[in-house]
């Protein structure tokens, strides 16, 4: 049973942890006995003295109060973490995460059919060189199903711009929660995620428009020295195009690690948005290659995972193809995309909030906080 919020910053409510200093509460905010704030305790990590504010009393499991230790982490317990979340309180990260995905792709399939008349219109005078029912989905090969699969594909992937984020807040608020032995429901979580949902939103454009920026601009630099060195030098134009892949994937690595602590920074914090950027841009710092490394095996752990359980999704997929219908196709990649984002979404954010949370222990003694709501969460059950 949840108390409701945590401390300020930490998905705060009016009767839970207000006296605790320091959990979530931004920049400049310490734990008792552990400095000033980011950077006080440098990158190198010093044991606190756990002296609880007001002479309260920890619970015995006060190491260990919900889905982690209290104390800097392990790769492996980020991990662990992650799925102990999922398992701890499966009502908000399976069911209200699904719940939310699924509307998110019944919008964007109402949104693709919008558009499957233009992409009708381009399909058809490719391929048959005249107008057709755009509706026909009747076989693979026709330009219906085609016109259907590339709508439905653009209005999802608009409607996950929105969602995203939202899923993002949800996952990060029910993490944060468990890391104490609180339980939150759906409507608490809810409650402390919906005055953030403008500056997650919004986050999540900005950050759309940067990876665009991040390709675009190496992109008009590729194709303006490839105007420039010609036809006649392909040794040359070979090295500028692989140049230009290595340098888009690294820019794009950088970018995305370096922005990966904003949105629980945005979940979990009070702060303008271009002051939380700006924190979760320098909470990264001179953890940068940890973070990386941590990110792109639960990235290749997770797609694994989603692989295997898409499975039975993929065999009906080939059903379909085998027997040209294209209906089938179509509900089926509806299907598999949703199984696919619904335990990316899940386990990355996870592992991204735990990420968060173990970077401020490190930094800015935030288990000493932690602990003493802990003990408030246990007070109350």
Do not use: C
């Not at 799925?83 to 699904?98: D, Q, Y």
């Not at 699924?102 to 964007?108: D, E, S």
């Not at 059919?113 to 057709?132: M, N, Y």
């Not at 702060?271 to 990264?284: E, H, I, M």
């Amino acid at each position: 049973m949840s108390t409701g919020n945590g401390p300020s910053g930490w998905g705060d409510a009016p009767r839970f942890g207000a006296g605790v200093p320091g959990f979530g509460a931004g920049p400049g905010a310490a734990g008792p006995g552990y400095g000033a704030g980011p950077g006080a305790a440098g990158p190198g990590y010093r044991q606190p003295a756990y002296g609880p504010p007001g002479g309260a009393i920890y619970p015995p499991q006060a190491d260990k109060p919900g889905i982690i230790p209290l104390r800097p982490l392990s790769m492996g317990e980020i991990f662990d973490g992650a799925f102990s979340a999922i398992r701890h309180n499966p009502k908000v990260m399976l069911g209200f995460v699904a719940l939310v995905i699924l509307a998110a792709t019944v919008v964007g399939v109402l949104l693709g059919q919008l558009i499957v008349p233009a992409f009708g219109r381009l399909f058809g005078s490719l391929v048959i060189g005249g107008d057709f029912d755009a509706t026909d989905m009747g076989t693979l090969g026709s330009p219906g199903v085609w016109a259907q699969l590339t709508s439905i594909s653009l209005g999802a992937g608009l409607t996950f711009l929105v969602a995203s984020p939202i899923l993002n807040g949800i996952l990060t608020v029910s993490v944060s929660r468990s890391t104490l032995g609180d339980r939150a429901t759906a409507t608490e979580v809810w409650h402390r995620v919906r005055p953030r949902l403008g500056r997650l939103i919004g986050w999540s454009f900005l950050y759309l428009l940067g990876i665009i920026l991040v390709i675009a601009i190496p992109t008009a630099a590729m194709v303006g020295l490839l105007i420039l060195i010609g036809d006649n030098a392909s040794g040359a134009i070979a090295l500028v195009i692989v140049t230009y892949i290595v340098l888009v994937i690294a820019l794009t690595l950088w970018i995305t690690v370096r922005t990966l602590m904003v949105p629980p920074a945005l979940a979990l914090e009070t702060g303008r948005l271009w002051a939380t950027v700006a924190r979760g841009w320098k909470l990264t710092r001179g953890v940068f290659w940890r973070t990386l490394g941590i990110y792109l095996l639960a990235s290749i752990i997770i797609s694994v995972a989603a692989s295997v359980m898409g499975t039975p999704v993929s065999l009906v997929m080939s059903f379909g193809m085998a027997s040209q219908s294209g209906l089938v196709i179509a509900v089926v990649s509806v299907l598999t995309s949703v199984v696919t984002m619904m335990v990316q979404t899940i386990f990355l954010g996870g592992v991204v909030s735990l990420l968060y949370i173990d970077t401020r222990m490190r930094r800015e003694g935030l288990e000493v906080a932690m602990a003493a709501a802990a003990a408030e969460v246990h007070r109350s059950l």
